[in-house]
């Protein structure tokens, strides 16, 4: 007969990244999470409702993901996640384009600007916590030299806002208030908390 602690163990749900992103999969597998990838097979809603502020603007997003994915997995536990970025009170979300990474990249050049990622935890009996990270980061001035060979190495491709600190953009920061992970992509402080309620 297996005791009530291997029972438990047996009854933990699978835990799935409902996300396609390699910097979340690596962040979750460095920190040892056993986990598979099911990225969500429908596209992110192009619109939110008009004034939503920017932490729920990205709640919402991840709360999307994780439910397509939920959607066909009820026996597990389907983590979302969605990053903005909000500067001057506008949302930036991933440039569509090199002229919008450099638009982007401009107006956080010697300003700061607030990262923020949305995560969403849905799982068997209902299971639905939402939450998300806010951190404060300050950019040095950058030239226009700078941000035109930034733009140029594609690294913007597919980063809100246009950078991605865990490359080569750390050159650009002066401070960083928060999580790092949460700039990466996934606040592995919040996430813990999160999944040990």
């Known amino acids: 007969m297996a005791d009530s602690s291997t029972s438990r163990l047996r009854s933990t749900p699978r835990l799935i990244l409902a996300s ?27 619109h939110l409702p008009a004034g939503l502020p920017p932490v729920s603007h990205a709640e919402s997003l991840a709360y999307f993901k994780a439910r ?18 909000a500067a001057g009170g506008r949302i930036l979300g991933k440039p569509s384009d090199a002229d919008d990474a450099r638009r982007m990249l401009t107006e956080l050049s010697h300003n700061q600007h607030a990262v923020i990622t949305g995560v969403a935890l849905l799982g068997p009996g209902e ?60 606040p592995m402080e919040l996430l813990g908390r999160l999944l040990g309620q």
């Open 127 to 186: 299971e639905r916590v939402i939450a998300a990270d806010v951190t404060h980061v300050t950019m040095r001035p950058m030239s226009p030299e700078e941000i035109e060979d930034y733009v140029a190495s594609g690294e913007w491709q597919g980063k809100a806002g246009a950078y991605a600190i865990q490359e080569t953009a750390d050159r650009f920061i002066v401070s960083l208030e928060g999580s790092f992970t949460n700039v990466v992509g996934l």
């Open 20 to 46: 396609a992103s390699p910097r979340r999969r690596e962040l979750l597998a460095r920190a040892g999470y056993d986990f598979d990838v099911q990225p969500p097979v429908m596209d992110e809603p192009n």
């Open 68 to 85: 397509g994915v939920a959607e066909t997995r009820s026996d597990a536990r389907v983590l979302g996640a969605d990053t903005v970025v």
